[in-house]
């Protein structure tokens, strides 16, 4: 007889095919990827790839079911029930195992980070509660797919046979819900989001006051006010390098002076355009086109501006630099990158366009070095204005009309990146790229294995700063079905040896990472930069005359005392 009530379906002995796939998938999850994981966060991981592993087992068990029916070759109940005793003793082998194995996978790349250890009982938790959230996970799928059968014969009651039902059925859930999140959920959704963040874009950081010096925006001078300059804007033009600092650093007043800070709000114009235009007023009124060196800079989401790389670039040439900035956004990079999608490219070619255009009206021995810096979303505006047919336009390109770059964190998937990759040398793994013996290009990062390129490096220089374990800069959806190229060997010294491709799992561990990424991960590791790296990143880029690597050496020691976050608040 039928059984009617949903609840007591979704509660039947699970079935053999799909607990069989769904330990699979779990034990799977255990494995380390490119950031370390708390027991929170692999509970949530394991109980995803459990019920997903559970719902696709199950599916193919009912298929394999049908075609072993229809042969009449259906297994007999002793040798199912065996089967099941066998499947729950693995299962619990497994958990135990697993509690013991996934600290110790985690401790190996939490040593080489520098992080604290994790403890046995956080092996415990992960490994016991992960499998029971995954069993509460399947009992709420069987509950809907309950649902969705009893949709089923309520349609078979009225609709006539000849017609398909479970594919009139899937329709009207696939309409319904398609047409419920584009209508309420999803503009509700990013409504919310936009008025959280657009109230903290309002505020101020404590202890951050108007500037008085004339060489920023924001102070009575500017042309741009101090209140439309957002919380990131403001928080960037007050703690402009001082005179006072760059002496801390080279122990003498004598040929410092004071960098110019240029940042344009979303409230300071209403356009990309009009934000870039007043931007340029800004430079020429501040005199930054009469400085040393020049630095278009896309920043984050959120409008911020690396406080530790700002620092690294103005005490590197005595303070005789200028920074401008417009803001595209008020959301965190990971938000922005989806729902205002375009705007850092939109930002990126209208500032940039607009700075060479002033810029190339100057007598060429008048000229300040024209730089650009992005990083994370901002490194995709940078590219904007230089992309071409391949990877050697693109980069003759942003020589022809830059004089260097320096590019942190960037999605492998943006333009130029994608390009330089895919073009590489073979003998160049894909995270770390060679392009044309590195003549104009190269990717950096803190590995002591690092290729030995030509020593002669002519300027324009473009650096790639990239951690090999920076999830924001490989993974991609394509990990949900085939193994991402970055995972083959020779692998980055920050990888992990454990380190394995699945399919479906490594994708849902790829969304853990990338919500993880600067969860207490140190500096010079995943996608938090570190003031090392930033401090090299210029020197390669924009090395004064007499620059030394021991110069090198003690900025990047001086820089980690400057405040400021390492990471996008």
């Known amino acids: 007889m039928h059984d009617s009530n949903p609840l007591r379906r979704a509660r039947r002995t699970p079935t053999f095919s799909g607990s069989l796939l769904a330990l699979l998938f779990w034990w799977q999850s255990l494995s380390p990827t490119l950031i370390p994981r708390s027991w929170v966060t692999q509970t949530i991981i394991g109980a995803i790839c459990l019920a997903t592993g559970y719902a696709i087992g199950t599916l193919a068990g009912c298929g394999a079911y049908r075609l072993l029916q229809r042969s009449r070759r259906l297994p007999n109940s002793v040798f199912s029930r065996r089967g099941r005793i066998v499947l729950i003793a693995v299962w619990l082998v497994a958990i135990v195992v697993g509690a013991k194995l996934w600290p110790g996978w985690q401790n190996e790349q939490r040593s080489l980070m520098g992080m604290p250890f994790i403890v046995w009982p956080d092996g415990v938790l ?40 479970p594919a009139i059925a899937l329709l009207i859930v696939v ?34 006051v108007a500037p008085e010096s004339s060489a920023v925006s924001g102070s009575r001078a500017s042309f741009v006010a101090w209140d439309t300059l957002g919380r990131m804007g403001r928080t960037f033009v007050a703690t402009a390098t001082s005179k006072q600092d760059l002496a801390k650093f080279h122990g003498t007043n004598a040929g410092l002076v004071e960098p110019v800070r240029v940042y344009v709000g979303l409230h300071s114009a209403d356009s990309a355009e009009q934000r870039a235009q007043l931007a340029v007023r800004e430079l020429e009124r501040a005199g930054g086109f009469d400085r040393k060196v020049l630095v278009v800079w896309v920043p984050t989401g959120t409008g911020w501006i690396v406080p530790k790389a700002a620092a690294a670039l103005e005490q590197l040439h005595r303070g005789d630099t200028a920074i401008v900035a417009i803001q595209y956004s008020f959301l965190p990079s990971l938000l922005a990158n989806f729902i205002d999608t375009g705007l850092a490219n939109e930002a990126g070619v209208a500032l940039f366009d607009a700075v060479h255009a002033r ?23 940078v590219e904007a204005s230089f992309v071409g047919a391949d ?37 160049s793994p894909f995270w770390q790229p060679i392009f044309d013996g590195g003549r104009s290009v190269r990717f950096l990062n803190r590995d002591p294995h690092q290729p030995v390129l030509d020593a002669d490096w002519p300027a324009p220089r473009i650096v790639y700063l990239q951690h090999p374990a920076d999830p924001a800069v490989f993974w991609n959806a394509r990990a949900l079905g085939w193994p991402p190229e970055w995972m083959a ?24 990472d990338l919500l993880n990424m600067l969860a207490g991960v140190p500096p010079g590791f995943g996608h938090n930069y570190s003031s090392r790296d930033y401090t090299n990143g210029w020197a390669s880029v924009t090395r004064p005359d007499g620059w030394t690597n021991a110069d090198t050496e003690r900025l990047a020691q001086f820089i980690d005392g400057v405040p400021g976050d390492e990471s996008e608040p």
Do not use: Y
């Open 489 to 512: 060997q020779p692998r980055g010294f920050d990888m992990p040896r454990a380190m394995r491709w699945f399919p479906i799992v490594s994708g849902v561990q790829a969304v853990g």
């Open 126 to 165: 992960a490994s016991a509660l992960s499998t029971v959230a995954g069993a509460l996970l399947v009992v709420v799928g069987r509950g809907v797919a309950c649902v969705a059968a009893g949709l089923k014969r309520v349609i078979q009651r009225h609709v006539p046979s000849i017609v398909s039902v």
């Open 359 to 381: 810029w190339s009206k100057l007598p060429p021995d008048r000229r300040p070095k024209l730089v650009l810096f992005g990083k994370s979303l901002g490194a995709a505006g």
């Open 175 to 208: 309409v319904v819900g398609i047409a419920l999140g584009r209508a309420a959920v999803l503009p509700a959704l990013i409504a919310a989001v936009h008025s959280m963040h657009a109230s903290v874009n309002e505020k101020t950081v404590e202890g951050i």
């Open 391 to 427: 990877a050697a336009s693109s980069v003759a390109n942003m020589v022809a009309r830059t004089d260097g770059a320096l590019i942190v964190g960037g999605k492998q998937s943006n333009p130029i990146h994608s390009q330089l990759t895919r073009e590489r040398e073979r003998r």
